[in-house]
């Protein structure tokens, strides 16, 4: 048996074909296995330059097809974006989610003091409120700063701190801080970039506060099965770089 002329002209377009649809068929079953796909992923400043982009790397070794893309996001707006669907999922601190969003809390922090190692207060291993009386504090966001109120909101009034001054990014309070300017109050899961200012860190207690950094994904929308997959593995993934980044949860 051998290829007619019409045959042999055929051939190669009949080729064609089949390769298009061994591609189709692969790319179905990667999509079904969650293995293929793009993921919009939204986070604050710190989660987004330092714990996202761990996962990222963790999950690309598993799954080389899925494209997770960061979506740099302000705190006050993470629900809003998971409802409206700018973004598939989100990753940052606890907030309030109403109906459309369901919060799932992966790690826990505790709100620190930052300061340059050769700030007064760096010489104290641990600090009560009343220690940074008269001490300039300089806050990021005004998320940052109802924190803070809400931390001190049962303590005798000449114990409250009230900012000196509010930023809007976590950097320009590091660089305050690293000046000997000011200090700032953050989670202790922003050590990754505070170190890189040359800052200390030094718990505050009495009271101390924990925050909860949670992953965020809609309710009345199902999640493609790309993004499915990653929210799993960065529940998963988070938890171990939090205890990870903070020494155990120290």
């Known amino acids: 048996m051998s290829l007619s002329t019409a ?9 064609s074909v089949l390769r298009y649809l061994r591609a189709a068929e692969q790319t179905a079953s990667d999509i079904r296995n969650r293995a293929a796909g793009i993921v919009r992923v939204g986070a604050p400043l710190v989660l987004a330059s330092t714990a996202i982009p761990y996962a990222i790397a963790a999950y690309a070794a598993q799954k080389p097809k899925v494209v997770v893309r960061v979506v740099d996001t302000v705190v006050e707006q993470l629900v809003d974006r998971v409802a409206s669907g700018d973004v598939d999922l989100a990753v940052g601190p606890d907030r309030a989610t109403g109906d459309r969003v369901q919060r799932e809390p992966v790690f826990s922090s505790p709100w620190v003091l930052w300061c340059a190692a050769q700030h007064p207060l760096a010489r104290k291993r641990r600090l009560r409120w009343v220690d940074l009386r008269g001490t300039p504090v300089v806050a990021t966001g005004r998320d940052h700063e109802a924190s803070v109120a809400q931390m001190l909101a049962d303590e005798p009034s000449d114990s409250r ?34 170190q890189t200012f040359g800052l200390v ?50």
């Open 7 to 15: 045959g042999r002209d055929f051939l190669s377009s009949a080729e």
């Open 161 to 194: 701190i009230a900012p000196v001054e509010v930023v809007d990014n976590v950097t320009t309070a590091f660089g305050l801080a690293a000046q000997g300017i000011a200090v700032t109050l953050a989670p202790l899961y922003v050590k990754p970039l505070a």
């Open 201 to 250: 860190m030094r718990r505050v207690v009495e009271p101390e506060t924990i925050r909860e950094v949670c992953v965020y994904r809609p309710v009345e929308r199902g999640l493609s099965p790309s993004a499915d997959g990653f929210a799993e593995f960065l529940t998963v993934c988070l938890d171990g770089w939090g205890r990870e980044t903070q020494g155990g949860g120290c």
